[in-house]
């Protein structure tokens, strides 16, 4: 008994582990889209803040970063990937219904060939497949001369739509398959008795049998498309899809802004689970209903009194959403206690930045003309130890020069600055020096 | 073929034609075709094409094992280096997935009762139907010098200054794993369902141990989904370009990588295709392999 217990519990921490490897870095991007800082992170965290939703940010430094409200390339790609999608959707389910109809119909060695060959493209790579669009209409357009078709090759919408129907197919055929397993091919032939022609049966008798099939390959064909990357690229030529542009805005550089497009995705993927889980389980309650009044009529004896089933039930998920709720509520008062959200937090952070962006310009600055005074130096090594200690001094090169080429520090440094320039003039052992050079020579 | 007419009526069967035929040999095969048949001629411009110099030729496999003509080296080690590396990687993350995935798989299918196992499922599909992309970005934030894990190994004292786990590939491996770990459990998870709970009592009265069990029942009628779960990581892995163009350090090359350079850059879709085809080839190679090695019907591979 001990030893079951210490296997449940192993194997509770290894199902808790498993989640964990597979929402924690989710969750923790997700976290990341409401920190403003510009790097996407949890642990220096700046401010708590919505901006990577909307207008994102313009950095101390000039770089401008966009949010998602902002992101013209992002939108674009956006209609491109649900123009591809569209007509992926269009072209794929067709075709995967009437391969799997035509498969109930073929036989022996004939079947085998079929169906291997209807597999075969979800076995490569996908990358490859685009690349093998590609070569094949590139040729087509060449030798299509300037006309039509030479459009056509080269336009990588409608490349990227047939790239991605070759093996979106697969999955609806695949679909399609698995429903006609459990058709009921006399119902076909009762028709066909009946009367009713072949056109009819396909209509009346096959497609209303195939529709839960047609509406879930066509989601599966659209959320496919939608998120294909490998084929697409090869296949987009100078296009640019919601991939393409993920991808490369990903390249140049990370940004927060990513964090937030993929929360958003997130939020709609768990919505789209949400529903689907709903209808799923008032479907399954209405057949369980029916079932019992069935049972009851056919019982047919008023002993057994139908217990009404009670109208409104709590479901378990509300204590879920409530945790969720008051941790929720819980933070952000933190959040608000620490000054840690609003326009005040932003402007402190950003000023402390810049501060710290500015300090070090100066400090590279200083460092770039130590190094030169002391070349100086060094080159006048023979002079008098008076001479010596004036250049040697960085600070009186660096604010003289300070003042005319460092414009952009001005505004900040400026009283210091002034106050280093008093003290250097205020610095009897300069005039001295000053004299003393002055006799020399 | 008159049969088939008759069966199904002039206008559907016309239909139902023209739909396979377009996709049969439009768009699987005589693609796939040109491109083999384009890896064999030299790279051309447009204009030459046809002329007296688009002659069959190895030069772009020759180009893939010995370098080009004025390396000094005897192989090509960069190009064979990377496609090893691609391989070797790809069967190490099958092997990982598949220990990884199999207790949970196990445990859904036959241990929980069927709500918790909906549940389970439906918690399982939800990050599979974010981006490829932005899957393997969550790992970089995590894995990036300033990020969650270095702050906390930081935090700890186990570590002193910031690792570099992108340079180390450790992001990459990490990614690669985490990315299609769901295409091993699916099909783990539909073989074992179908498992009668019964054999697994039968076999608990009659004294086999729990390693036995799993040895000698529970695996072999899973081996369909193995070989099924095996093959789909192993292909997507191998062929992986999300991934890598997130994860992979810059002195770090995934196979895909390099044919997309020689594809969009170097602008030599004939070398290009010929390294698709090398890849192509592994990756038939591989799944006959396992059809061999788990004797299962390709049918049974995807399902």
Not at chain 1, 119 to 142: C, E, K, Q, Y
Not at chain 1, 199 to 225: D, E, N, T
Not at chain 1, 350 to 365: G, R
């Amino acid at each position: 008994m001990k030893h079951n217990l210490a296997i449940q519990a192993f194997l509770g921490l290894y199902i808790l582990i498993f989640f964990l490897y597979l929402f924690g870095p989710l969750v923790i991007m997700s976290v990341t889209a409401f920190n403003s800082a510009e790097f996407p992170a949890i642990t220096p965290w700046e401010c708590f803040s919505f901006r990577w939703f909307n207008e994102g940010k313009i950095a101390y430094d000039g770089q401008r970063l966009a949010g998602l409200v902002t992101d013209r390339p992002l939108h674009e790609g956006i209609i491109t990937s649900l123009i591809i999608a569209g007509g992926v959707v269009t072209l794929s389910v067709p075709i995967g219904m009437a391969a799997a109809i035509v498969l109930t119909q073929v036989h022996s060695r004939l079947r085998t060939i079929f169906y291997s060959m209807s597999i075969m493209p979800v076995l490569f790579p996908g990358v490859i497949i685009g690349i093998s669009t590609v070569v094949l209409w590139d040729r087509i357009a060449t030798l299509g001369g300037d006309g039509f078709i030479s459009e056509l090759g080269r336009n990588g919408i409608f490349l990227t739509i047939l790239g991605q129907t070759c093996f979106i197919s697969t999955y609806c055929f695949l679909i399609f398959v698995a429903r006609l397993q459990r058709f009921d091919t006399t119902q076909e032939e009762a028709a066909l008795d009946l009367g009713a022609s072949q056109s009819q049966v396909f209509l009346k008798i096959l497609i209303p049998y195939l529709m839960p099939a047609i509406g879930s390959s066509a989601v599966i064909a659209f959320l496919a498309s939608f998120e294909n990357y490998n084929t697409t690229v090869f296949s987009i030529l100078s296009e640019q899809t919601l991939t393409t542009v993920i991808a490369s805005k990903v390249r140049l550089g990370i940004s927060p802004a990513i964090s937030a497009l993929a929360l958003v995705i997130i939020c709609l993927t768990l919505i789209g689970a949400f529903l689907y889980e709903i209808s799923r389980r008032s479907n399954q309650r209405k057949k369980d209903r029916e079932n019992k009044v069935k049972m009851f009529s056919e019982i047919s004896e008023n002993r057994l009194v139908e217990e009404q089933p009670r109208f409104f039930r709590i479901p378990k998920s509300i204590f879920v959403f409530l945790l969720v709720l008051i941790l929720a509520v819980l933070t952000w008062q933190q959040l608000i206690k620490n000054n840690m959200y609003g326009s005040e937090c932003i402007e402190k952070a950003e000023a402390s930045k810049k501060s710290n962006f500015a300090d070090q310009l100066k400090l590279l600055q200083q460092n770039a003309e130590s190094v030169e005074t002391t070349n100086e130096s060094e080159g006048s090594a023979e002079g008098s130890k008076e001479y010596n200690d004036i250049f040697g001094d960085p600070n009186l090169f660096k604010d003289f020069g300070g003042f005319d080429t460092e414009k952009k520090e001005e505004s900040e440094n400026g009283a210091t600055r002034s106050n280093e320039y008093n003290d250097i003039f205020g610095d009897p052992n300069l005039f001295k020096n000053f004299g003393g050079f002055d006799n020399k020579e | 073929m008159n049969s088939f007419y008759k069966k199904n009526g002039p206008v559907i069967a016309t239909f139902f034609l023209v739909a396979i035929i377009f996709w049969l040999v439009f768009l699987i095969v005589i693609p796939q075709l040109y491109m083999l048949d384009l890896s064999f001629r030299p790279n051309l411009p447009p204009l030459l094409r046809g002329g007296p110099d688009d002659v069959y030729t190895l030069t772009h496999y020759q180009h893939f094992l010995y370098g080009s003509e004025t390396s000094k080296d005897a192989y090509n080690y960069v190009d064979i280096g990377v496609f090893l590396d691609t391989i070797i990687t790809a069967v190490l993350v099958t092997i990982i997935n598949l220990c990884f995935c199999y207790p949970i798989a196990f445990y859904i299918a036959k241990l929980a009762t069927p709500n918790t196992a909906r549940l389970l499922v439906l918690a399982l599909v939800i990050p599979f139907w974010i981006n490829e992309l932005l899957r393997s970005f969550a790992i970089r934030i995590l894995f990036a010098g300033e990020g969650v894990i270095n702050n906390i190994l930081l935090e700890l004292g186990l570590i002193s200054t910031a690792v570099n786990f992108i340079a180390l590939d450790i992001a990459l491996y990490t990614g690669l794993t985490y990315a299609y770990i769901l295409l091993m459990i699916f099909p783990l998870y539909n073989a074992l369902e179908t498992l009668d709970t019964n054999q697994l009592e039968a076999a608990k009265d009659l004294g086999s141990s729990t390693v036995r069990t799993h040895w000698r029942i529970v695996i072999p009628h899973a081996k369909a989904g193995i070989a099924s779960g095996c093959t789909m990581v192993f292909m997507l892995t191998a062929g992986a370009l999300a991934t890598p163009v997130v994860l992979s350090s810059p002195n770090t090359y995934w196979f895909t990588q390099l044919i997309y350079q020689w594809f969009n850059m170097n602008d030599n879709w004939s070398r290009g295709s010929a390294y698709s085809i090398i890849l192509l080839v592994v990756s038939v190679t591989f799944v006959l392999l396992m059809m061999r090695l788990f004797k299962v019907t390709i049918g049974e591979v995807v399902r």
